[in-house]
């Protein structure tokens, strides 16, 4: 491993199309360029940050002394602009991703206790009654999956998984191996792997079943 600063507190990570590091600290959005951390101005107190495969940067930065204090930023490689308020849109990890369209998911309500929305670059909002997101991967034929940790004060526990807007919630009635799925993703070959308390799982296509992955 090798240290590029040990000067702040990292809470959110991502890397663009370009190759660009970006992270987030308590105060600001920053970027490595040359070895050397810059940081961006527009991006005060800057909460969360994630690339899309668009070559888009996006950021929620908090200013307490607004009315809406949560703003979702993008970049598009040339410069900042503020697609649209995101209220509740609280937390180092509240971007979950962004698709293949260049639209943003968001988890709302400070550890995704409220819904999850996606966010195209114009601005328009869609929102989605799933509580407690805390990862999301994209198929190929731009459907979502999204990871649901824990069933508590409101939130869900499953794998949630959206087809043309329409939502199918998955758990162990469904033959997953547990229900809290911390962590998804999905391989080239489109199967999706979910990381669960009992280890990794990947899911069959074909057969329709879910099978651990590896041996300790």
Known sequence: WELFSQDFLCGSLAVDIRGTLWAT??????????????????????????AGPDGSVWFVSFDATKDDPFDLWRFDGSRWTIIAP?????????????????GAWVARGGCGLRETTRFDPTGEARSFD?????????????????????EDAGTQAGL????????????????????????????????????TEYGVSRYLRDAGTWEMVGTQ
């Open 25 to 50: 600290c308590p105060d600001f959005l920053t970027r490595l360029v040359d070895g050397r951390w810059v940081d961006v101005p527009e991006a005060w107190a800057a909460q969360s940050v994630a």
């Open 86 to 102: 995101c209220e509740d849109c609280l937390g180092p990890r509240s971007i979950l991703g962004v698709d293949d369209q260049g």
């Open 130 to 150: 799933i509580r407690g997101a805390r990862d999301i991967a994209f198929g190929p034929g731009g459907d979502a999956w999204i990871a649901l940790p824990c």
């Open 160 to 195: 949630a998984h959206i087809v043309d807007g329409e939502i199918t919630l998955l758990t162990t009635d469904d033959g997953l191996p547990a229900n809290d799925v911390h962590a998804v993703e999905i391989g080239p070959n489109g199967h999706v792997y979910i990381g």
